[in-house]
Nanobody, 126 residues
Framework: QVQLVESGGGLVQAEGSLTLSCVVSGRTFSDYNMGWFRQAPGKEREFVAAINRNGDFTRYADSVKGRFTVSRDNTKNTLFLQMNSVKPEDTAAYVC???????????????????WGQGAQVTVSS
């Protein structure tokens, strides 16, 4: 059974920093691309960042480029999202996901991911 568990969410002031973690079990973590998505109340889920299985290729939504950094530690089956210079509009539930195939492009589309975590709430105060 594949499980993804996020941690590290919380309340942070605007311009502050926060790091999210996502631990994956039940599959060979290093075989799969990983992604972060977020969903704010009343809004659709949106892509945030993704990383390939080796950790040497990343892609970001324009809204977070230059402020967020996605990384992974394959020895610990863990995905990270370092969030810097956060803004109130970054407030959302952040969810990690693992890709459905053990290869392929690093996708920004939710349909490319088939296992999802429960989410970690991030609230940015102004």
């Amino acid at each position: 059974q594949v499980q993804l568990v996020e941690s590290g969410g919380g309340l942070v002031q605007a311009e502050g920093s926060l790091t999210l973690s996502c631990v994956v079990s039940g599959r060979t973590f290093s075989d799969y691309n990983m992604g972060w998505f977020r969903q704010a109340p009343g809004k659709e889920r949106e892509f945030v960042a993704a990383i390939n299985r080796n950790g040497d290729f990343t892609r970001y939504a324009d809204s977070v480029k230059g402020r967020f950094t996605v990384s992974r530690d394959n020895t610990k089956n863990t995905l990270f999202l370092q969030m810097n210079s956060v803004k109130p509009e970054d407030t959302a539930a952040y969810v990690c996901a693992t890709s459905s195939v053990a290869s392929g492009i690093v996708s920004a589309y939710a349909a490319a991911y088939n296992y999802w975590g429960q989410g970690a709430q991030v609230t940015v105060s102004s």
